[in-house]
């Protein structure tokens, strides 16, 4: 009698477990901090200086920006004059690497730009924000090695992932300035020709000197096609122009792996410039071409370092 319940038994349990299913566990989602990488040299690039909101000052960046700011420049919210201390904030934006490596590119309304350089100036008082007053103008100039007589103003607001949106001054009515070459005869600085200009936007921000790329090309799409491990949240893409100093941004897609531009002359050279971070793993691909209509660059990333992807965008 024992037997038969105990096969009994066992017949049951067999049954059940044959019945239930086996448990899949998905895989971990991979996860990124590539964004942090640029806001990171973003905020590294910071320069500080510090002024009597009284007394006129000129500051000298890293890389040659000087910054002109005259005595009772800045106010208050509401309009009066800013007495003590101002703290003045400079990035300087002035290569195709430094643009690579803050995400800075410049692009205006899909057209590529010449750039001679972008910037960013705030001031600001025990962490609060001054502003310009009407009558006042920072005057700015910017190193050039080549100075170039086509270059005009655009302003820039920053997005929320980094990027600069440029427009012309001259479609500004607020920001009707212009840029005028000027020679430095002091011999400091190691910079002799500079852009000139004011600056006279009430909450300073970014600054570019540029102008249109007129290629005399037709313009064409251009595709970056990677591995669709590789998307908009792990990866970013980038056309660079050494030439002319110019980026541009290649966007993800709602397809994996595939990072579109437009508006890209055809029959010029680029590099495709693209990095990703997925589980502090580092990839990256560095592919010069000649661009053709409709362009298509198929990318293949290689496991690397964040030390060998900064010294190759150096090398840019």
């Known amino acids: 009698m024992k037997k038969i319940v105990y ?68 106010v208050y919210g509401n309009g009066t004059q800013v007495t003590g201390t101002v703290t003045i904030e400079l990035i300087e934006v002035l290569d195709v690497s430094a643009m690579v490596k ?7 309304n899909g057209e590529l730009l010449v750039s001679g350089g972008q910037i960013k100036i705030s001031a600001s008082q025990n962490s609060n924000e001054v502003y310009l007053a009407h ?63 004011d600056f006279d936007n009430d909450s300073l921000g970014w600054i570019n000197c540029d102008y249109w790329w007129n290629s005399g090309q037709s313009l064409t799409s251009v ?35 595939t990072f579109t531009a437009s508006g890209i002359p055809v029959n010029t050279s680029a590099t495709f410039v693209c990095i990703s971070e997925i589980d502090d793993v580092y990839y990256s691909s560095f592919v010069t071409n000649t661009i053709s209509t409709n362009h298509v660059e198929n990318i293949t990333m290689t496991e690397t370092t964040l030390a060998a992807i900064e010294t190759a965008i150096d090398n840019l």
Do not use: H, R
Request: net charge negative; glycine share 6%; aromatic share 8%.
């Open 102 to 108: 803050m995400n800075k590119t410049t692009t205006s």
């Open 135 to 197: 009558s006042a103008a920072i005057n700015v100039s910017i190193p050039t090695a080549v100075a170039d007589p086509q270059m005009g103003l655009f302003t820039g607001n920053q997005t929320s992932d980094g990027d600069v949106v440029w427009t012309s001054s001259l479609q500004d009515t607020s920001q009707q300035d212009s840029i005028i070459i000027t020679q430095d005869t002091t011999g400091g600085g190691g910079w002799s020709t500079y852009y000139n200009f």
């Open 7 to 74: 096969s009994t038994l066992a017949i049951a349990l067999l049954a059940m477990t044959s019945c239930k299913k086996e448990e899949v566990i998905p895989p971990p989602t991979p996860t990124s901090n590539l964004s942090s990488y640029f806001s990171d040299n973003e905020s590294n690039a910071i320069q500080t200086f510090t002024m009597d909101a009284a007394i006129a000052m000129n500051m000298t960046g890293n890389n040659g920006v000087k910054i002109y700011v005259p005595a009772n420049s800045f």
């Open 223 to 257: 595709t970056a096609s990677l591995d669709t491990a590789y998307n908009t949240s792990n990866t970013a893409c980038y056309l660079v122009f050494p030439n002319i100093n110019s980026v541009a941004a290649l966007y993800g897609t709602n397809v994996s792996g």
